[in-house]
Each structure stands twice: as C-alpha cells, then as structure tokens.
C-alpha cells in the first residue's frame, strides 16, 4: 500500500524557519515527482511547488507566492522530501499535504495524497 | 499568475443534475483534473484528463471541456456527494500547477 505521511508542522513564529517532511512509502519513491500543496484554514487549495525525479533533473518549481522562501529537495535513499520554509508570514498559515501523482504500468492514475501536517505561523 | 475560476456554490436536491465548471485561458491546450474535498479529509481525484473517470469514481461523475471551459458534472446527486469541488490543471507552459477557485456542492 503507497502511502505518505506528512511531518514537522507546528507553530512558528513570522519571520523564522520551518522544514515539513514527507516520506513516502510502498512503492518506488525515486521515480517519482512530488507536489506540496497547501490549504488556508477555511480556504481553496493552493499548489506550492513540486519537484522533478532525479531522472528529469530532479529540479523544482514554485508557486510565486512562495518563491524564494520555499526549497523543495529529496533524499531518494531516505524516500523523503522536504519542504523547508523560510522567513514564514502568517499568510503562510495552512494545512500542508504532499502528493505524488503518476500512470501506473496500464496507464490509469494514481493519485497519492499524505493527510497533512499544520503550519501556524504566529505575529 | 494563471488562474482558473470557478463559481463559488452550488445548491440542489438529491437527484438533480449538479453542473460545476471551470474556466481558465489554458485549457483549450492543457487537461484539467478534478477533485472532490470532504471536510477534515484531503482531495480525492474524480476526474483526469478532462474527461476520464478514475477507478471505483461513481459513474454519475462526468466530464466536459470546451474552449476555455472544463465543466463537471454529477447526474443524479445524492447527500454523499456534498463536498468543495476544486479543478487543477497547468499554465500554457506545462510548468505551473494551479487550483481552481473551489466549489462548495450542498445537497439539501
């Protein structure tokens, strides 16, 4: 079973740092791009950034609201990526999920989403 | 940025059409996705490709696209299907990711 799990959020205060966890489990991590989306306390959801499999590069991109704070990475041997956030605002505030999205073998979807880790960023 | 609008509600009875649609410059040239959200629970696909239903997704679920217009639609509501609605697809680049605005279906 293909599971992610979500960890490190918390409360923090505006201006320092935070670095969320997603560790993924069940299948073959290193092939696979991961998303980190978020979701304001009664709000939309909201793309945050993915990054690439090492074999596309293993680059990332951002959403722009984030760009600049906000670095994606992955330790493939460890089958964990990592959000690490900096000089965090109190709009940045949210619940956090991971998702990994892929066509299996038949080409059908899988769409994997972890259960989400709270930010609160504090004034 | 590119954005994709949705209308923010949507109200009927159970057994009525429920039609949510999703507009966006881009998706003449990029698929959309869809997903249904349940309080406290993360997103569940509904929809790929504009038009291709996952595995164990109710048949009622179906999908449209025309121009710049995505449209869901669920044929026969029932109370389950009481949920936030939101479509995803990317920017005419491929490279940025975004979420519709989100529709809340209430089923009274």
């Known amino acids: 079973e293909v599971q992610l799990v979500e960890s490190g959020g918390g409360l923090v205060q505006s201006g320092r740092s935070l670095r969320l966890s997603c560790t993924v489990s069940?299948?073959?991590?290193?092939?696979?791009?991961i998303n980190w989306v978020r979701q304001a306390p009664g709000k939309g959801l909201e793309w945050v950034g993915f990054?690439?499999?090492?074999?596309?590069?293993?680059?990332?991109e951002y959403n722009a609201s984030v760009k600049g704070r906000f670095t994606i990475s992955r330790d493939d041997s460890k089958s964990i990526v990592y959000l690490q956030m900096n000089s965090l605002q109190t709009e940045d505030t949210a619940v956090y999920y991971c998702?990994?999205?892929?066509?299996?073998?038949?080409?059908?979807?899988?769409?994997?989403w972890g259960q989400g880790t709270l930010v609160t960023v504090s004034s | 940025s590119y954005e994709l609008t949705q209308p923010p509600s949507v109200s009927l009875s159970p057994g009525q059409t429920a039609r949510i649609t999703c507009s966006g410059d881009?998706?003449?040239?990029?698929?959309a996705y869809w997903y249904q959200q349940k309080p406290g629970q993360a997103p569940v696909l509904v929809m790929y490709?504009?038009?291709e239903r996952p595995s164990g997704i109710p048949e009622r679920f179906s999908g449209s696209a025309s121009g710049t217009t995505v449209t869901l639609t669920i044929s026969g509501v029932q109370e389950e299907d009481e949920a936030d609605y939101y479509c995803?697809?990317?920017?005419?680049?491929?490279?940025?990711?975004?979420f519709g605005t989100g529709t809340k279906v209430t089923v009274l």
């Open positions: 998702q990994m999205y892929y066509y299996d073998s038949n080409n059908y979807p899988r769409d994997y």
């Open positions: 069940g299948l073959t991590f290193g092939d696979r791009a």
């Open positions: 990054i690439r499999s090492k074999v596309y590069g293993g680059t990332t």
């Open positions: 881009a998706l003449p040239k990029q698929y």
């Open positions: 490709k504009d038009t």
């Open positions: 995803q697809s990317v920017d005419s680049s491929a490279t940025y990711h975004v």
